[in-house]
């Protein structure tokens, strides 16, 4: 159910429990998420706190496998340049060009011709989506 409401909403359900969770299981869970892009409200989070360690850990397995499938993690991606658009703009059109027609040609032959490059990290989000209770 909050797979649904989730993708098309940005919002979960998600019920009080009667327990006394510490702050760092909170902190390690929002820590993770951010890292996909979201973060919960202030309403969840004191929702979440009602939780045992066991109820947080099985809410963790959902959302997270939710979130990552909602952000296509289950889809194998690998660009042609990675490190985009930085690396398009810096290369030389002949390089831009063979690299173009070299994957052109294995579309042709059935087979996926990507050039290696090595991907650059990337500057962690400044903005994050927010989930909210439904």
């Known amino acids: 159910m909050n797979n649904i409401y989730l993708r098309r909403k940005k919002k979960i359900i998600i019920q009080r429990k009667n327990n006394q969770l510490e702050d760092v299981y909170i902190s390690t869970f929002l820590k993770n998420v951010e890292n996909l892009g979201y973060t919960f409200s202030a309403e969840i989070i ?4 009602t939780y045992s360690v066991d109820e947080i850990e099985e809410f963790y397995r959902e959302i997270i496998g939710n979130l990552k499938q909602l952000l296509g993690d289950h889809v194998n991606f690998k660009p042609m340049y990675p490190n985009f658009p930085r690396q398009v703009m ?3 059109e002949s390089e ?7 994957h052109y ?4 032959l ?8 090595l991907k650059e990290p990337r500057p962690t989000l400044l903005s994050l989506f927010c989930i909210h209770i439904f």
């Open 110 to 117: 059935g087979i996926r011709i990507l050039p290696q490059y």
């Open 90 to 92: 810096e290369a030389k």
């Open 46 to 49: 004191e929702i979440l706190r």
């Open 105 to 108: 040609f294995g579309d042709w």
């Open 96 to 102: 831009l060009y063979l690299n173009a027609w070299l």
